[in-house]
T-cell receptor, first 114, second 113 residues
Framework: DAGVIQSPRHEVTEMGQEVTLRCKPISGHDYLFWYRQTMMRGLELLIYFNNNVPIDDSGMPEDRFSAKMPNASFSTLKIQPSEPRDSAVYFC????????????FGDGTRLSIL | SQQGEEDPQALSIQEGENATMNCSYKTSINNLQWYRQNSGRGLVHLILIRSNEREKHSGRLRVTLDTSKKSSSLLITASRAADTASYFCATDAWETSGSRLTFGEGTQLTVNP
């Protein structure tokens, strides 16, 4: 079975540019999560969706960050404009149900903002 | 904020030895989960233990949960070099915005061949 697929795996761009990260969840999963991992702050939940609807975006750091889920098989996380402090590894995860269910992670996008 | 705190931060052992990692948390939980992360990869779910369970096994993994002490432990028996990874506990607890999974900072396990 295909797992959660993220693209690109690596992204290097200059400050001020728009960055779009993509995620394809596991087919049939109804929850999708976006996380950010840094050495300083560990793994942080940014936003999660249920049936394509954003449920909790309290972890989104600033208005420069936005996320969409236009259909059950695709989600994007966009940063505009990007800043060096946005450099991190961004993970997408999905699950079938939420309570007492494991989350399945993609391999992440390593983002470097110069 | 990070609810789960793993201990130790780093652990180095020889192949064949057992590895024990601990996790402490602060609030009431629905369940506690353990994940593994290999370098450059995403997190992989290992085991989930519900708040009304005290112990769970999966292969060479044994997880215990003590809700009175708000702590959990992950034991890996007969460790292998392939077990080298970071291990995270994650607590599923109700907050004002609903149930959410909060990850600790992880334990880096190195198993030397």
């Amino acid at each position: 079975d295909a797992g959660v697929i993220q693209s690109p795996r690596h992204e290097v761009t200059e400050m001020g540019q728009e960055v779009t990260l993509r995620c394809k969840p596991i087919s049939g999963h109804d929850y999708l999560f976006w996380y950010r991992q840094t050495m300083m702050r560990g793994l942080e939940l940014l936003i999660y969706f249920n049936n394509n609807v954003p449920i909790d975006d309290s972890g989104m750091p600033e208005d420069r960050f936005s996320a969409k889920m236009p259909n059950a098989s695709f989600s994007t996380l966009k940063i505009q404009p990007s800043e060096p402090r946005d450099s991190a590894v961004y993970f997408c995860a999905s699950s079938f149900g939420y309570n007492n269910q494991p989350q399945h992670f993609g391999d992440g996008t390593r983002l470097s903002i110069l | 904020s990070q609810q789960g705190e793993e201990d130790p931060q780093a652990l180095s052992i020889q192949e064949g030895e057992n590895a024990t990692m601990n996790c402490s948390y602060k609030t009431s939980i629905n369940n506690l989960q353990w994940y593994r992360q290999n370098s450059g990869r995403g997190l992989v779910h290992l085991i989930l233990i519900r708040s009304n369970e005290r112990e769970k096994h999966s292969g060479r993994l044994r997880v215990t949960l003590d809700t009175s002490k708000k702590s959990s432990s992950l034991l890996i028996t007969a460790s292998r070099a392939a077990d080298t990874a970071s291990y995270f506990c994650a607590t599923d607890a109700w907050e004002t915005s609903g149930s959410r999974l909060t990850f600790g900072e992880g334990t880096q396990l190195t198993v030397n061949p």
